[in-house]
């Protein structure tokens, strides 16, 4: 089988067992009017949030349009503060430099913040493979990670558990550290997690973050957080490691505070949240604690393609998670229906650009081009435009059914003869009305059984509105 | 990996200039938009930045009590005392928190803390109005630490220090005469997760409870 | 409020000499509403007609090209494109009951052209003087009111196209008004997407399916007997399931009611139900 028809075997086959997870859709029903609701209350309480998503995205564009030039500036920082940058071309290779890293360390446990970027490059199983504990600590990952399943939103992690579900994988995993009673109260359950994690923070050799921002002015990492488990990560072990994608350093701190008023307002609808922290580099003589070392992990995996190409607002991304949010169709199936990190609008966006377009055919097609993502993103990225580019793209490279384009092709070469149009249109309309007409609507309709097996489609009129018309005028 | 670091910028300069390698003119440029950075598109309001901060404070779940410089041990033991925990203090510095003369009612310590850290007391940079938050820096004496592992946080925030908006604090930050930060935390309220249902908790994995002891001139 | 380009007010001071003399316009009818309920393109005429426009009906019209275009297929899409533009050349103004329908001409018409600049400027040329039917009669023929009667309480569904990329929410709104006996209220979640998307409703039955499942239960929430749209494949595929799902609430594009057509069978209903 190709690749295209067994993506589509496989893409088909999730969305079905999604809705069909009564547990995902329930999760899913109760965190999608918070999301929403959230942000609507945070813009209505900023009058500049227009102005201020503009100013957002102008910045995005001024440093995509002069990235070279900024990652430089931002190394040079980085070195000057005595920590080590390390640029990779693909996920196997900072994999490679971050197991490498962790090798030289002699590190045993390591700890990590939430970063979607690691996801990208499958750096646990490398890790792991390779003889290391990782342990996830935002409680979203941590509950993921328990489940042994990936990320199904790229803020709420564990967005498709019930609190039911994750009674059970505490109880499953926790009972043999001694903590033997079924908790199932949310409070109680977020203070065994944190009692679970805290002797691993302080034990772990290696602590490895994402980067909301990196900033050339002074060479620091941004991580954004609400749990504190970020900075945990970031400040306790003897090594600090940041991976990032070349497309997140931005030029000063004023800047960083333009993109930070959008980023939690769009994400869950705070002005700031709980945590905002910048590392830049390893501890100094003036330094009371801190890492012995400091290495960042630039990646590129495509993202230097983007730029060249009509793609290139995508790199504009924050990764906020609003087009999540707002996705009717991502609220229907999850997450995981997706096939990799990233889902939503974003991902349908990006997963073609990054790991191909052969693999991920469903993604820009599975989506009614209803505009929502386009008009909540806080860098006015136009998703759904950008999916309807892959759909060119893809008509382009033939990788759509052939049978669906020659349809399509013989169908509009008689939308551009409208007498013959009209003349071919006669008799099934004429049968489908003379079919349905007593009852309004068809129950079944030949190769339509999309349409059929779970909705009416209302009869139609049995001539067509330019012909009855024409024939009107015609007697007058 | 500097062949992976030559590829890669090869690959971003042939996608926007065409191969062509940054001038150095240009790279002055960038260095000099850096430099010359000024705030774009601030949120305007007129309240008092007292009042603001307090207000954003509690609205993130965050405790406060006004008290004078010579009040501090005062505000701490009324805290912990609220809270039932013992007067084990972790501290910081920072210019009203060193003048304080603690007396034998708490054990201090001066080092950095560990996982049975009960209470830290730290002193703020600067505090933004704005949004209600707290502008921590790492330091000889304030190990950041101190920040998120104990169960309370304390910190003293100077009301003077209480700046506007967030770009403030850069202005502060690129002014200072001290050795610029390792780190520097932007706190606002305690910490909190809603991974769980989409319902706030508080204490997640740093501070349960964030105190502020704010310190006005008498 | 989204603007079109060119914005809806641009479009306004372009033609405004045109609005005092009796204003011509072309009706495009769209390929639904011609094919599957002419209903709409009667109450269309009726409404224009009354707004004091006179109405002419090309004969050499099938479709906007939209499902050729989201199927990917550029070259067909612009053949017929360039179809609707010859047609319409002679029209002051082009009308289309339908939000989607409009969005594709006004917005990815002239995308579609950008490579050959003759074509382009007559895409924008069109894009400039087409409108969705109910912003039309409020902008540009500044309709207060319509002569009509509807007993009932009736909620508007926002398609997305329309809402989005045209900024049509209030105008419909502001018509239903003036129609005596309706009553308007609005369900939750008016504006999330009702799961049509063209091939997408077949192509991926059981996630439209739960997209229109939703609509339904929000539309059965509100209390209402009457939903409305100005979007017939929306109406279509929400009218299709609150029938599956033997709901009784009728379902009318907007132009029925505002144009008093509502005396025969709502769209799904049969002969006898009306």
């Known amino acids: 089988m190709s690749a295209v028809a067994s993506q589509k075997v496989a893409f088909r086959k999730r969305t079905t067992h999604a809705l069909r997870d009564s547990n995902l859709q329930q999760a899913m029903g109760k965190a999608r009017g918070g999301f929403i609701d959230k942000r609507l209350e945070a813009m209505a309480a900023l009058p500049e949030f227009d102005e201020i998503r503009d100013a957002a995205r102008d910045i995005k564009d001024h440093v995509l349009a002069n990235l070279d030039g900024y990652l430089e500036l931002y190394e040079q920082k980085v070195i000057e503060n005595g920590g080590q940058v390390h640029w990779a071309r693909t996920a196997e290779e900072a994999c490679e430099i971050v197991a490498d890293i962790c090798k030289e360390a002699n590190a045993q446990v390591v700890t990590k913040g939430k970063s979607m970027v690691s996801e990208e490059m499958h750096l646990n199983s490398v890790l792991e493979a390779a003889g290391l504990k990782v342990v996830e600590t935002d409680l979203g990952e941590y509950i993921v990670q328990l489940a042994g399943e990936t990320p199904s939103h790229i803020i709420a992690p564990a967005v498709h558990k019930t609190r039911e579900q994750i009674t059970e994988l505490f109880h499953e995993h926790h009972s043999k550290l001694g903590y033997t009673d079924r908790v199932t109260q949310r409070e109680a359950l977020v203070n065994e997690a944190r009692s679970v994690l805290r002797g691993t923070f302080v034990t772990a050799d290696v602590g490895i973050t994402g980067a909301n921002f990196l900033v050339a002015e002074t060479g620091a990492n941004v991580i954004v957080t609400n749990e504190g488990n970020g900075d945990l990560t970031s400040s306790l072990p003897r090594v600090q490691i940041v991976t990032a994608g070349i497309e997140k350093v931005i030029p000063s701190l004023d800047d960083l505070s333009v993109l930070l008023r959008v980023l939690a307002r769009s994400a869950t609808g705070q002005e700031m949240s709980a945590y905002t922290s910048l590392y830049s580099g390893p501890r100094q003589d003036t330094d009371s604690e801190g890492p012995d070392a400091y290495h960042v992990v630039l990646l590129d995996n495509g993202r230097s393609t983007m730029l060249g190409g009509s ?16 996705c009717p169709v991502y609220s229907a199936i999850g997450g995981h229906a997706y096939g990799w990190v990233y889902s939503g609008p974003m991902g349908a966006v990006l997963t073609p650009l990054l790991n191909g377009f052969d693999d991920s ?63 071919l249109m006669g008799l099934p309309l004429w049968l489908m009305h003379w079919r349905g007409r007593r009852r309004g609507a068809l129950e079944h309709i030949p190769f339509a059984g999309g349409w059929t097996d779970s909705r009416d489609f209302p009869t139609p009129a049995g001539r067509s509105f330019i012909r009855q018309w024409h024939s009107r005028k015609g007697k007058s | 990996m500097t062949e992976a670091r030559t590829q890669i910028l090869a ?20 260095k000099a938009r850096i430099e010359s950075s000024t705030p774009k598109a601030q949120p305007l309001f007129e309240d008092e930045l007292l009042n603001r901060f307090c207000q954003k404070h509690v609205a993130v779940h965050g405790t406060y009590e006004r008290v004078t410089a010579q009040d501090l041990e005062g505000g701490v033991l009324r805290h912990i005392g609220a809270h039932q925990v013992d007067p084990q203090l972790y501290l910081g510095a920072g210019p009203l928190l060193d003048a304080v003369q603690w007396s034998a009612q708490v054990f201090t310590y001066f080092k950095s803390a560990d996982q049975h850290t009960q209470v830290a007391v730290s002193e703020a940079f600067a505090a933004i109005a704005e949004t209600g938050t707290v502008v921590l820096c790492s330091g000889p004496s304030a190990p950041t630490s101190h920040n998120f592992l104990p169960e309370d946080h304390i910190v003293v925030v100077d009301s003077a220090r209480i700046v506007r908006h967030q ?52 | 409020m989204v603007q ?43 409404l224009l007609e009354q707004a004091g426009c006179t109405v002419r009906v090309p004969r050499e019209q099938t479709c906007c090209g939209q499902p050729a275009l989201n199927s990917g297929d550029s070259a067909s899409t612009i053949a017929i494109a360039k179809t609707v533009i010859k047609t319409f050349a002679q029209d002051d ?53 319509v002569e009509a009667t509807y007993d009932g309480i009736c909620s508007y569904h926002d398609s ?56 339904c239960a929000n539309v059965g929430h509100s209390g209402v007997d009457t939903l409305l749209g100005g979007d017939l494949g929306c109406l279509l595929n929400i009218a299709g399931r609150l029938r599956r799902e033997g709901a009784p609430v009728r379902v009318f594009h907007v132009a029925e009611v505002l144009a008093g057509m509502t005396d025969g069978p709502a769209i799904g209903e049969g002969e006898s139900d009306s």
């Open chain 1, 311 to 326: 793609y290139r607002s995508m790199l504009r991304c924050i990764r906020c998670g609003a087009c999540l949010n707002h």
């Open chain 1, 361 to 423: 055919v469903d993604l820009p097609n599975a989506c009614t081009l209803n505009g929502r993502c386009k008009a909540v993103c806080p860098v006015h990225i136009p998703l759904s435009d950008l999916l309807l580019k892959h759909r060119l793209e893809q008509y382009r490279r033939r990788l759509t059914p052939l049978f669906g384009r020659f349809l399509v092709r013989v169908w509009a070469w008689i939308a551009t003869r409208p007498r013959l149009y009209q003349g």
């Open chain 2, 11 to 30: 690959n971003i300069r042939s996608a926007l200039t065409g191969g062509e390698p940054r001038t150095p003119l240009r790279i002055n440029e960038l």
């Open chain 2, 167 to 218: 770009e403030d604090v850069w202005t502060l930050l690129r002014n200072r005469e001290d050795a610029a930060a390792r780190v520097v935390n932007l706190i606002t309220g305690p910490s909190k997760t809603g991974d769980i249902e989409q319902t706030i908790q508080y204490g997640a994995h740093g501070p349960r409870r964030l105190h502020l002891l704010i310190v006005e001139p008498v």
């Open chain 3, 4 to 46: 079109c380009r060119p914005t809806q007010r641009d479009k306004l001071s372009m033609n405004s000499d045109k609005i005092k003399t009796s204003t011509q316009v072309g009706l495009f009818v769209t390929c639904l509403a011609d094919l599957i309920r002419p209903q709409i393109g009667f109450a269309a005429v009726a």
């Open chain 3, 93 to 145: 103004y082009v009308i289309a009951p339908s939000g989607s329908c409009v969005d594709t001409i006004c917005h990815k018409y002239p995308e579609l052209f950008r490579n050959d600049a003759l074509w382009a400027g007559r895409a924008r040329a069109l894009a400039a003087k087409t409108w969705e039917l109910t912003s039309f009669l409020v902008e540009v023929m500044e309709l207060q009111q």
């Open chain 3, 160 to 215: 997305c196209s329309g809402l989005r990329e045209l900024g049509i929410h209030d105008q419909p709104r502001q018509l239903l008004a003036s129609v005596v006996g309706l009553e308007l209220k609005e369900m939750n979640e008016s504006n999330v997407c009702c799961g049509f998307g063209g091939l997408f409703s077949i192509k991926y039955p059981d996630i439209s399916t739960r997209m229109v499942t939703d609509k």
